[in-house]
T-cell receptor, first 119, second 113 residues
C-alpha cells in the first residue's frame, strides 16, 4: 500500500469515553500531520511531527487531545473524555519534509480519514 | 488572523461550461498556495500548487490557477468542465517555511451532464 492509512474509518462512542485513532503514513515521508474537519468546513490544522518530534500544536488541541509518533513511523491521536463537539472527521497526512522553497515542500498526501461520532 | 476565503459555497454548471472558483487570503509575507480536490467518496488530493515563478500554474485534469499578489487571490479555472469534475474544492495557504496549511471552507461543484 503506497498511501496514507487510517484506522478505524468510523468510530461511534458515548460522551465521556476515550478514543484512539491510528495513522500509517507513506513510509518514506518523515512529516506527519493531523487535521480535523467538521461539516461544511475545510480541514483545520491540529498538530504535526517531524520524525518522532511533535513540532507544532494548534490551540484547537485541548489537553484532552494527545498525539504521539513514538518511532517516527505510525502516529496515534487520542481523545480523552470525548464531548459531542469532538464529532468530526480526523484526517492524517504525510509529506517528504522537503526544505522550504523547494517545489515539493508542503505537499501533503491525505488519508481517507477517521470519522468520529460522539453520542 | 490569517484566513482563507472561498465565497462560492456551491456552484452548479453544465458540462462544457467554463469554471472559475474564487480564493482570497489574508496573509502578510510570502505564501505558498494550493488547491486540493475531494471527489465523492475519496480522500483529499492535490490539484495544483504555487510556490514561486510564473503566477499561472497548471495542474492535473486541465485545471489552472492564477496567483494575483496585489489582490491576494488564487482563483481556480478550467475552460470546459466535465461531469467527472463534480467534487469539493479547497483552497489552502501557508506562509513560506511554515508547515501549517490553512484551508478555506470549500466549494462544492456539481456538473450537470
Amino acid at each position: 500500500d503506497t498511501g496514507v492509512s487510517q484506522d478505524p474509518r468510523h468510530k461511534i462512542t458515548k460522551r465521556g469515553q476515550n478514543v484512539t485513532f491510528r495513522c500509517d503514513p507513506i513510509s518514506e515521508h518523515n512529516r506527519l500531520y493531523w487535521y480535523r474537519q467538521t461539516l461544511g468546513q475545510g480541514p483545520e490544522f491540529l498538530t504535526y511531527f517531524q520524525n518522532e518530534a511533535q513540532l507544532e500544536k494548534s490551540r484547537l488541541l485541548s489537553d484532552r487531545f494527545s498525539a504521539e509518533r513514538p518511532k517516527g513511523s505510525f502516529s496515534t491521536l487520542e481523545i480523552q473524555r470525548t464531548e459531542q463537539g469532538d464529532s468530526a472527521m480526523y484526517l492524517c497526512a504525510s509529506s517528504l519534509g522537503l526544505s522550504a522553497g523547494s517545489a515539493g515542500a508542503n505537499v501533503l498526501t491525505f488519508g481517507a480519514g477517521s470519522r468520529l461520532t460522539v453520542l | 488572523a490569517q484566513s482563507v476565503s472561498q465565497h462560492n459555497h456551491h456552484v452548479i454548471l453544465s458540462e462544457a461550461a467554463s469554471l472559475e472558483l474564487g480564493c482570497n487570503y489574508s496573509y502578510g509575507g510570502t505564501v505558498n498556495l494550493f488547491w486540493y480536490v475531494q471527489y465523492p467518496g475519496q480522500h483529499l488530493q492535490l490539484l495544483l500548487k504555487y510556490f514561486s515563478g510564473d503566477p499561472l500554474v497548471k495542474g492535473i485534469k486541465g485545471f489552472e490557477a492564477e496567483f494575483i499578489k496585489s489582490k491576494f487571490s488564487f482563483n481556480l479555472r478550467k475552460p470546459s468542465v466535465q461531469w467527472s469534475d463534480t467534487a469539493e474544492y479547497f483552497c489552502a495557504v501557508t506562509l513560506f517555511g511554515n508547515e501549517k496549511l490553512t484551508f478555506g471552507t470549500g466549494t462544492r461543484l456539481t456538473i450537470i451532464p
